[in-house]
């Protein structure tokens, strides 16, 4: 059985708010990559890519720290 791509922000992978970690998971590109177009776009005059990351992170669900439903692993009693 495949699992579905789904758009969302990231955990893991994100400086902000996630949002180009989020769409480089979903694309496959390298997140430091999109960071960079974000960035340089944004420099060069379109400021509407402040907004659209905003918009997106607004928009954009969190991504779920465990996709499999399985509540996380009690963590080992420290000592």
């Given at each position: 059985?495949?699992?579905?791509k ?21 694309t496959g ?51």
């Amino acid at each position: 059985m495949t699992t579905q791509k789904r758009l969302q922000r990231s955990d893991d992978d994100r400086w902000i708010g996630g949002v180009c970690g989020g769409l480089a998971d979903y694309t496959g590109v390298d997140a430091g990559l999109i960071r960079l177009i974000v960035a340089v776009g944004t420099i060069l005059g379109f400021g509407s890519l402040i907004v659209a990351y905003v918009v997106a992170w607004v928009i954009m669900p969190k991504a779920d720290p465990h996709p499999s439903g399985e509540p996380p692993a009690p963590a080992p009693p420290s000592e």
